[in-house]
Each structure stands twice: as C-alpha cells, then as structure tokens.
C-alpha cells in the first residue's frame, strides 16, 4: 500500500472533481482495480468531505481478510490511506463469489448503504476479477450495477475482455462507462502466489486470537447449526455485519457450545453465528475443503 505507484496520464486527466456518488471499479484480475480504486479515493478526498472505500474482493481482500468485504469512510481533513475510521465488514464465506453470488451482491448493498448512512457523498467500490462470461461475471456485475447504481463504472482492460459486461451498460443512462487501460506497471500474482496471500492474511488476522467459548444454542445460527473443527465462521451483529471472524476448534452437541479461535473478546453484541464454506488449516492457515479434513470431522446434529 506504500509502493511507489506509476499514475498513467490518463488517470490525471480524469475530470474527478465533477464525480460523486457509487464509483465502481471493474477489471480481470491484475488489471490494477484496487491501485487505480485507492488513487480515485484519493483524488475524491480534494472535493468530498467524507468519501467512502468498500474493498469488494473477497479473494484477494485488501482491507480484511480473505471472505470478507469492508467498508471504511474518511474522518475529516484525513488523507492517508486506508483512513482510520471504524470498519465495517461484511462475510461472505468464500474466497471467490463463485457459487456465492447472492451473499456477495447483498453483503456489498449493505456496505455502500452503510456508507451513505455516515454521510459519504462519494464511495469507490472496489471489485472482484470475476468477469468471465464462462463463470457468470457479467450476471454478478450486472447484478450490483441494479443494485448499487453506480454514477460511473471504471471499466479497465488490457483488450476487450469486458465488453460482454459492457456493452448493454454502453447503450443504458443507468451509468456512465469510463475507459481505462490496464497499465503495464501491473506486477501479475499467479494462483500460488494469491494462495500464499491469503493464508498469510489469515495468519495476520488471527494473530491474537484466543479460544472463546460461544453458547451457539442461544445466537441465530445461518443457515443450520453444523459445525466441525477448521471451520471459518463469522460473529454478527443484528444488522449482519461481521464482528469477528472465527474457526471452530470443538463443539459439544450436548451442551449446544463450541469453541472458537477468534480475536473477539467477548460475545458483547453478538446476535447470530454465520457459517462459512471455507475450513482453515490452523498449522499452515491454508484454506481446506470440508472434505479434506478427514474422518475426524463430525458434524454437530442438525437442531430439529
Ligand atoms: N499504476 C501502478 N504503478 C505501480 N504498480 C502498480 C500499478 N498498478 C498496479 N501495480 C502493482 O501491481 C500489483 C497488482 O495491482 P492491483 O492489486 O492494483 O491489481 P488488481 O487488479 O486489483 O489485482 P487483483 O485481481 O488481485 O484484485 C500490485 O502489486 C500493485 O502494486
Ligand atoms: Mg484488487
């Protein structure tokens, strides 16, 4: 985030201080989304008071961790980034919105609602690599340009692998597309390397956490009650935004308790337990398949 960035004239020549409201940045993966989305941030920050960032990437998160999406808005005056305003986060429970579609649009609804609750004027949302056609990029963009109306759309491409997105969006007043190259200052992450961040942001979250002892037969459990060890489960609070995430270490079917690996204190707040798709290998943070956790794994009864 303190990397020396290249800017592209063509972004100085952007008319920002003309732009307000939900700004959203599309792109394949290693298009440079989340640089060019922290340099618009900055660039809004001269003409808006209080300007918003959602990080929309569940994969390669950059303001939480990995499964996660988080919105934080800028105090007054602030200038660094990311400002240092109270985060909220959503959970999705993946690392990909593949096959979590509906977790991903809502949970970005409610950050860049949240956003304009604390009065931000302008919100950059930052995005997810997700465009192919083949994997339903253009039914998951198209989904949250319905719902987040978007003012401008920053559509950046290396050729024209988003005109599938793109097109209809052309031809449509519900936005504005603005075209920008992919820059050849881009540094590409291949699979491993996008497999090592996000264990070593896990790592990083849950560097002081502790055992917690969560009664889960007195919390909203979604969707059911079925835990076993490794998995990644977030604690929400009543309006469902994540509080802190966790991974389950034990459950007592009898007692209706489990025991959670988790930053958080306290259950101060807590209103439901939210279960991920997603199991974590606590001696490396690598992200495990359910059914890759062997035998041992035995899920709690479902509460009837
Ligand atoms: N304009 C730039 N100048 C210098 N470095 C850049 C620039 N744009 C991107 N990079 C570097 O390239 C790498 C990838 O950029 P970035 O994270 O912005 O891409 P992305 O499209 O968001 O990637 P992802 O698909 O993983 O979300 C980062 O290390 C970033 O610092
Ligand atoms: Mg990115």
Redesign the pocket.
């Known amino acids: 985030m303190t ?6 004239p063509a ?1 100085e020549r952007l008319p920002l201080e003309n732009f307000s409201g939900v700004l959203m ?1 599309i ?13 618009l941030y900055t660039r809004l920050c001269a003409s808006h008071e209080r300007v918003a960032f959602v990080d929309g ?1 569940v ?2 998160a ?1 303001l939480g961790p990995p499964t996660t999406m988080t919105l934080v808005v800028r105090q007054c005056g602030e200038t660094e980034f990311p400002p240092g305003g109270t985060r909220f986060r959503v959970f999705v429970g993946s690392n990909s919105p593949r096959g979590h579609m509906l977790p991903t649009v809502i949970g970005l609804y409610k950050l860049v609602r949240r956003a304009c609750e604390l009065g931000a004027t302008a919100t950059v949302v ?1 995005t ?2 997700l465009v192919s056609a083949e994997q339903g990029g253009h039914t998951l963009k198209h989904a949250k340009v319905d719902l987040l109306e978007p003012t401008a759309i920053f559509a ?1 491409q290396r050729g024209c692998e988003l005109e599938h997105i793109l097109v209809p969006l052309r031809r449509s007043a519900r936005t504005r597309v603005i075209d920008l190259a ?2 050849p ?5 291949d699979p491993t390397m ?1 497999r090592a961040h996000r264990a070593a942001a896990f790592r990083q979250y849950f560097a002081d956490a502790a055992p917690l002892e969560v009664p889960w037969g007195r919390l909203a459990v979604f969707p059911a009650p079925v835990f076993s060890p490794g998995r990644l489960v977030a604690l929400e609070d009543a309006r469902g935004f994540a509080l802190a995430l966790g991974v389950v270490l034990e459950m007592d079917a009898i007692r209706r308790t489990l025991s959670l690996l988790t930053p958080a204190r306290s259950l101060e707040g807590v209103d439901a337990i939210r279960l991920g798709d997603l199991w974590l290998d606590l001696a490396t943070w690598e992200e495990r398949r359910r059914w890759d956790m062997g035998p041992a794994c035995e899920e709690t009864k479902r509460e009837t």
């Open positions: 990397n020396q960035i290249e800017i592209p972004w940045v792109g394949a993966p290693d298009t440079g989304k989340s640089t060019f989305a922290r340099y990437d994969g390669q950059s930052d997810t690599g950046i992919a820059t200052a881009v540094r590409p992450r996008r």
